[in-house]
């Protein structure tokens, strides 16, 4: 069975500041990763993903990942964050044979003071 | 305008009644998923189906029931059977192709007293 486990449940910052929400997967088999955010009143939608090739993938607004296969790792990045990226963020894992399963994270809320 | 609609919003029943959660799909998806939403407990998976008239539970399928019969709609079905019906439930969509993301609608919050 798949299961991913998000470290953080709610974290707090202030602009400019940097962003690394963990993130670890268990599956028996390769992988593809997602990080997906939900803006208050917004919709779920995708942030980034990997599938394969270069283990450093580069989202939207300036959000990027990096898959470490040794630690079956996903962790979500923002060199500076803004007000704006108050949202919370869920990472989710599907194994590669099985992709129209995808198990999420318990999510991570985000709030960012001005 | 392609999208996922969810009806309706806000959902009240009194326990001991099955309620039917609305989700339709303009975008041709072949793939419908039904997750439910909980604080503390992200997003968990109640039944898939990756094309009609075939579904799949996900982990938490119990007290919970679905039908694919067109490709446009996969209405869920909370039974009284759940225990703990009251949550957030999300509708989601995956195209074909092998990377293709969740597309999520706007969610229905069920309220059960």
Redesign the interface.
């Known amino acids: 069975a798949q299961s991913?486990s998000?470290h953080n449940?709610h974290v707090i910052l202030s602009e400019a500041a940097s962003l690394e929400l963990g993130c670890n997967y268990s599956y028996g088999g390769t992988v593809?990763l997602?990080w997906?955010v939900q803006y208050p009143g917004q919709?779920?939608?995708?942030l980034l993903?990997y599938?394969s090739g270069d283990p450093l993938v580069k989202g939207i607004k300036g959000f990027e990942a990096e898959f470490i296969k040794s630690k079956f790792s996903f962790n979500l990045r923002k060199p500076s964050v803004q007000w704006s990226d108050t949202a919370e963020y869920?990472c989710?894992v599907t194994g590669v044979h099985n992709?129209?399963?995808?198990?999420?994270?318990?999510?991570t809320t985000v709030t960012v003071r001005a | 305008d392609g999208g996922i609609t969810q009806s309706p919003k806000y959902l009240f029943r009194k326990e001991g009644q099955n309620v039917t959660l609305s989700c339709e799909q303009n975008l041709n998806h072949d793939a419908m998923y039904w997750y439910r939403q909980d604080p503390g407990q992200g997003l968990r998976l109640i039944y898939y189906s990756q094309i009609v008239n075939d579904f799949q539970k996900g982990d938490i399928a119990e007290g919970y029931s679905v039908s694919r019969e067109k490709k446009e709609s996969f209405p869920l079905t909370v039974t009284s059977a759940q225990k703990n019906p009251t949550a957030f439930y999300l509708c989601a969509t995956k195209g074909g192709s092998y990377n293709s993301p969740l597309h999520f609608g706007n969610g229905t919050r069920l309220t059960v007293t």
């Open positions: 991913v998000q449940h593809n997602f997906y919709h779920l939608q995708l993903k599938f869920f989710a992709d129209y399963k995808l198990s999420f994270g318990a999510g």
